[in-house]
């Protein structure tokens, strides 16, 4: 693909989820952005290079600021009427406020609700679905998802719901959406997919696939936990009735934040106290809020401001606007360190040294999360990595049927190789030549 081509395709990747808005400045100043993250300022090459990004991303400084001063400084029950509970309370109220103008949830059509994970989220909601849909409706679920997004709409089955999978290809490892279009019917009530799967590392069309969900009267469930840390989303131009993303992957704190469309919200039976029954954003969280963490999370808007401030974007016209041409510098970053690493991935490959897991392609779409069937059993390789300074990961990433669906055991599982945005092409270069030692 020659340079232009390569750049349109990721100006369309931008323009399906909210375009860009104005000429977006050339490249991410990673210098800048390693400065905001304490534990990577140690530019020394002795430092690990973190390639677990997807496990979890490291947290900005802004967040870890926001977190400290909390406890600091008001640490006490927020709400009540003294001024260091008032205080707490404004902190805990700007958090949902900034987020969901950065990601352009419109609040007549969704709620942003804050809960303690993504697999917490998904198994309330679950609850809820589980005391209305009917027996004989039908839901659809995935093989390519992390089972935070499959096994509680799948259990569903037990009351009479039916369950249809759709299928990956066992080869590419990509979802057809050709095959959903067989799976849905008048019966359909809703779809659950990743946004982007943390195996098999492929941003799928979301707009599209969405597009179809609807056009058959069914409701879109969509896991954006392993797209949301390569560029926050675009809510309103995705339009998930439901999408779940977890905030420690987005250099943040350790919650999950779920935008929900609002008329399901309020249809969906109350799972939290009776009394909270007429508040939306605590009718699926019926856990306590972690008052601190939720704080913390304006700090990961803090830190999209600063970056789009340091980048000469302005911020405060628009924070949706300016979200989205960071995201085009952090996904255009990504793209030029993940076609090194693939090129000598796919070296590897064709020498039989592993099997790349999903695209080999560094296309706009291809996620850098990169999981490798290999020689050696992962976990010994992980090991010999971290000798030589390189932090992997090696397991099933909780992906048990994407792995067992491409013929990987998932006893064995896989080794994980994933970056961000902060990740330097010297970090790549060091990934590369350890790779190249112990593979
Ligand atoms: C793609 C994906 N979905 C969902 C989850 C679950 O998120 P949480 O840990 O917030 O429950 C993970 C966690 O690793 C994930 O990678």
């Known amino acids: 693909m020659s340079d ?71 640490k006490v029950q927020p709400g009540m009427t003294y001024p260091r509970a008032r205080d707490a309370q404004a902190r805990m109220d700007e958090a949902p406020r900034r987020l969901s103008a950065l990601l352009r949830v419109n609040p007549e059509t969704h709620v942003l609700v804050i809960g303690p994970s993504t697999t917490q ?30 096994g509680f709409w799948r259990r569903l089955a037990s009351n009479g719901v039916v369950v249809r999978e759709w299928r990956m290809d066992p080869q590419s490892g990509l979802l057809n959406p050709a095959d959903l279009e067989e799976l849905l019917s008048g019966k359909t009530r809703f779809v659950a ?115 789009a401030a340091h980048h000469g974007i302005d911020f405060h016209a628009d924070p949706a606007a300016a979200n989205a041409r960071v995201r085009d510098l952090m996904r255009r970053q990504e793209h030029h360190l993940l076609e090194g690493l693939m090129d000598f991935l796919k070296v590897a490959a064709r020498e039989g040294r592993v099997r790349i897991l999903g695209p080999d392609r560094a296309d706009s779409r291809r996620a850098p999360t990169i999981a490798l069937d290999t020689n050696r059993p992962p976990a010994e390789i992980a090991a010999d990595l971290a000798e030589l300074g390189i932090e992997a990961g090696a397991g099933d990433f909780y992906a048990v049927r994407t792995l067992s669906r491409l013929g990987v055991n998932p006893q064995r599982g896989v080794l994980r190789l994933s970056f961000l945005h902060y990740t330097t092409e010297t970090e790549i270069d060091r990934l590369i030549a350890a790779l190249d030692t112990v593979l």
């Open 4 to 74: 232009e081509t390569k750049d349109h395709a990721l100006n369309d990747l931008g323009r399906s989820e909210g375009n860009a808005q104005g000429p977006a400045h050339s490249s991410l100043d990673v210098d800048f952005v390693r400065s905001q993250f304490p534990a990577l300022k140690d530019a020394n090459e002795i430092t690990p290079a973190f390639f677990e990004n997807a496990g979890g991303s490291l947290p900005c400084r802004q967040v870890i600021e926001r977190l400290s001063a909390f406890y600091h400084e008001c």
């Open 121 to 150: 989220n998904a198994y309330v909601l679950a609850c809820a679905f589980a005391r209305v849909l009917e027996p004989g409706s039908e839901i659809i679920v995935t093989d390519q998802d992390h089972e935070a997004n499959s």
């Open 193 to 307: 997919f990743p946004h982007c799967s943390n195996i098999i590392g492929h941003f799928n069309d979301v707009t599209d696939i969405i597009r179809r969900i609807h056009a058959a009267g069914a409701l879109a469930i969509v896991d954006g936990v392993s797209a949301a840390p390569h560029g926050l989303p675009d809510l309103s131009a995705i339009d998930a009735d439901v999408y779940f993303f977890s905030t420690y992957k987005t250099y943040g704190p350790h919650q999950g934040v779920m935008a929900i469309r609002r008329h399901l919200i309020e249809r969906l039976p109350n799972e939290g106290q009776w009394f909270n029954e007429h508040v939306p954003q605590k009718r699926l969280v019926p856990a306590g809020p972690d008052h601190a963490q939720v704080a913390a999370l304006a700090g990961i808007v803090d830190y999209i401001e600063a970056l």
